[in-house]
């Protein structure tokens, strides 16, 4: 197997951690990125330094700091061939409490980060005629839940974006996937986005009690469930990653909670119903990534 040169964006903790030490560990070239290298996330940073990594200060938030950080990894990397968009934020509350500047703050990370980061590597990539994109999206890109507005909404738009970057790139030997997970214990739910505005929570009475007591529980049915092990999304991704071209599903699920089992008959029709839309406009073909031969 060719060593694989790998992106991943938000590695500081969670899901992009585990995935960059379970991609080292497997003798691939991995330049981690984060924000905050030499304060806030120093001790990750040196820890997967440790590991093997190269470590890169990416805030996907801004332009220069992803086109810099992209830059340098490429450099270091000698290459690239997977981007692992990984960095996302969640929140939790009514959705008419948040802002339109709260709904910035989501997309910026989950959406606008996404374009940023991977049309900062696309030039390398199709120069080469090879690589993978994979867009770490979620459950709540495929449905709703209440109290998770603004995310729902940024993982839906995630999940457009990478289904145009499929099409739009498959003739040039690129691939876009997406890892859709389930809610797994990581740091995430501790740095949710509240809503900004308060000053509507009278308005719903007695029904303000419910976002917490939902949250309560689901941390709860977490804490009661252990094969809701967030490695097993790193490992999602390395099976991925080692997938040959051209034989990588579009969407992968990963879930122990009940979820999964739900979703995965209804992205197989969504693949039926795009591949049918397609082919009664003759595009059929942008579906299949070209494979060297």
Known sequence: MTEKRVLITGASAGFGMLTANTLLKEGFKVVASMRN???????????????????????VTDEESVNTGV?????ELGGLDVVVNNAGVGVHGMQEHFTA???????????FGV?????????TLRAQESGLLIHVSSLLGRFTLPFYGPYNASKWALEALAE?????????????????????????????????DRSREAGYGDFMEVPKKSGEAFAQALESNPEQNPQLVADAILDLINTP????????????????????????R???????IYGN???EGMLNVKVPS
């Open 37 to 59: 290298v030499e304060s806030k996330n120093q001790e990750a940073a040196e820890q997967l330094i440790k590991a093997g990594a190269l470590v890169t200060e990416i805030d």
């Open 270 to 276: 969504a693949e039926e119903v795009t591949s049918q």
């Open 101 to 111: 500047e709260d709904f910035k703050k989501v997309f910026e990370v989950n959406v």
């Open 245 to 268: 071209s051209g034989e990588r599903p579009f969407r992968t699920v990963v879930d122990k909670m009940g979820m999964g089992d739900v979703i995965n008959p209804y992205n197989q």
């Open 71 to 75: 830059s340098l990894a490429i450099s």
């Open 115 to 123: 374009q940023r980061v991977n049309r900062a590597a696309l030039p």
């Open 164 to 196: 145009n970057y499929r099409v739009e790139l498959s003739g040039f030997g690129l691939e876009s996937c997406i890892v859709e997970p389930g809610g797994f214990p990581t740091t995430f739910f501790g740095n949710v986005i509240q809503p900004e």
């Open 281 to 283: 406009f003759h595009m």
